[in-house]
């Protein structure tokens, strides 16, 4: 059974950092390709930021310089590490999981997901 864990969301002031985790079980982290989604109220869910099982890093415009996507195949765990946060980056962060394939952002090529972990940027 393969679950999603996402942890480390939470309330951060406009301009700080926070970082959220996803470690997963039923899954190998070093055969999967892992990404990172967030849905704000009244939004669609949009791709921020995808890593393939070689590394290989892929950004959505919003995210680029600011956060980094990255894994530890030992701990089966991804993280997104979010920097200069903004206002518009409020929302829910769902972590997904598919087996490696192209570096995408398209929600429909991932099988797995977590439950989802709430970001809250404060002014």
């Known amino acids: 059974q393969v679950q999603l864990v996402e942890s480390g969301g939470g309330s951060v002031q406009a301009g700080g950092s926070l970082r959220l985790s996803c470690t997963a079980s039923?899954?190998?982290?070093?055969?999967?390709?892992v990404a990172w989604f967030r849905q704000a109220p009244g939004k669609e869910r949009e791709g921020v930021a995808a890593?393939?099982?070689?590394?290989?890093?892929r950004y959505a415009d919003p995210a680029k310089g600011r956060f980094t996507i990255s894994k530890d195949n030992a701990k089966n765990t991804a993280y997104l590490q979010m920097n200069s946060v903004k206002a518009e980056d409020a929302g829910f962060y769902y972590c997904?999981?598919?087996?490696?394939?192209?570096?995408?952002?398209?929600?429909?090529?991932?099988?797995?997901w977590g439950q989802g972990a709430q970001v809250t940027v404060s002014s």
């Open positions: 997904a999981a598919a087996y490696d394939g192209g570096l995408t952002l398209n929600a429909f090529e991932y099988n797995y």
């Open positions: 039923g899954v190998i982290y070093s055969t999967y390709r």
């Open positions: 890593i393939n099982s070689a590394g290989f890093t």
